[in-house]
């Protein structure tokens, strides 16, 4: 059982002993102001909206996860095990769907949950949040601004690693150090994990890595990889575990790094990218770029319209999810991490990026978007 989940059981046990009636609701946490010169978000406090009204709403309606990846990868993992429980805590309990659109490295469904879904609380975009650092970094194609965002929630954190097939040569990151030939690792689009990651690791550590990007989501990078078009790619162990599973267990696939704040328990032998950064500024790349957008990797949010009332009955509802038995014992048995964040903590983080120095700001853009 993983740790996330472990720490989740005893409220679990608590909520059965009581045989509440009604679904536990997770405890409110403040709202933080908003950064100069950006409206306030102004989330309802929990417990002080009309949840009848609510109810009245979602009643006989469909709830739409747009997924911006290809099926079968680990975003579109984890939004159809939410997908599968999150209309029961939904007052009103809703249908709840789940369509996937690819494309851009989840651009296309960043920019489509932001300005042509309604903002009525029916549609929930989950797009990858390396596109946040590319906002702030002046990155092409994007026509969102994160900071209004109505945030629902992350599952959990992404720990980053790279992971190859066995046939690559490639043993651990110091190889690809001065390698005569090239990593070769896959990609989606700019501000996805699987090339920012690799973008900062070749510049920080001196790699010697090739990028091939466009692929639709994580799933067909590893039936690239399986072909032999590429040796693998970098992004989140909670994805490449339960995703590429058979492979790391045949040994036909194995994680050669990770781009983590310290090495991951079930993780020991593989190279932490931190430790082979020779300088500050290497490993001030590595944090900004990869270990603290790593918080916010699955961020899952509504139009910024929307009202506050189905803001925090969503907010609630993905926690509850969180706390649900069966939920929790599908994510056991998936090997699914679970660790989640509340929108409005979600949001705290996204102000976070957006106050990255000037400095440091400039060596990212040089590296993730003039590159």
């Not at 039936?223 to 693998?232: I, T």
């Not at 909670?238 to 790094?257: F, H, N, P, R, Y």
């Not at 509504?302 to 999810?321: G, I």
Request: proline share 7%; glycine share 10%.
């Amino acid at each position: 059982m993983n740790r996330a989940v472990r720490r989740l059981l005893p409220v679990l046990a608590v909520a059965t002993l009581l045989s509440l009636a009604c679904q536990s609701r997770p405890a409110a946490t403040s709202p933080a102001a908003a950064p100069s010169g950006q409206p306030a978000a102004q989330p309802a406090a929990q417990g002080s909206f009309d949840e009848q009204a609510v109810a009245n709403f979602y009643r006989g309606k469909t709830v739409r996860f747009v997924v911006g990846f290809a099926p079968g990868g680990g975003f579109d993992t984890y939004t159809r095990a939410i997908a599968r429980h999150i209309g029961q805590h939904i007052p009103g309990n809703p249908a709840v769907i789940v369509d996937n659109m690819p494309g851009g490295g989840s651009l296309i469904a960043a920019n489509y949950v932001y300005g042509a879904s309604r903002p009525d609380g029916l549609t929930v975009g989950n797009w990858i949040g390396g596109l946040i650092l590319q906002q702030l970094l002046g990155g092409e194609g994007i026509e969102f601004d994160a900071r209004k965002y109505r945030f629902i929630g992350v599952p959990t954190p992404d720990n980053v690693v790279c992971a190859v097939r066995k046939e690559s040569g490639f043993k651990s990151l110091s190889d690809a150090i001065n390698a005569p030939q090239p990593l070769i690792l896959g990609g989606t689009a700019p501000g996805s994990t699987t090339d920012d990651v690799v973008r900062v690791l070749g510049a920080s550590l001196g790699m010697n890595v090739k990028l091939v990007s466009g692929y639709s989501g994580t799933a067909t990078i590893r039936q690239a990889a399986d072909s032999g078009e590429v040796h693998g790619g970098c992004w989140a162990w909670e994805s490449i575990k339960v995703t590429w599973k058979a492979a790391l267990e045949s040994g036909d696939a194995l994680v050669i790094g990770q781009a983590t704040a310290q090495k991951l328990p079930d993780l020991p032998n593989a190279e932490l990218a931190l430790d082979l950064a020779k300088t500050d500024e290497a490993k001030q790349l590595l944090r900004s770029g990869v270990i603290v957008p790593g918080r916010v990797t699955r961020p899952y949010a509504v139009h910024p319209d929307t009202p506050n009332d189905r803001v925090e009955a969503l907010r609630r509802a993905f926690m509850a999810v969180f706390q649900d038995p069966t939920f929790l014992e599908e994510a056991q048995k998936a090997q699914m991490d679970v660790d989640p964040l509340r929108g409005d903590e979600v949001e705290k983080f996204v102000r976070e990026l957006f106050d990255t120095p000037e400095a440091v700001k400039s060596k990212l853009k040089t590296v993730l978007v003039s590159s």
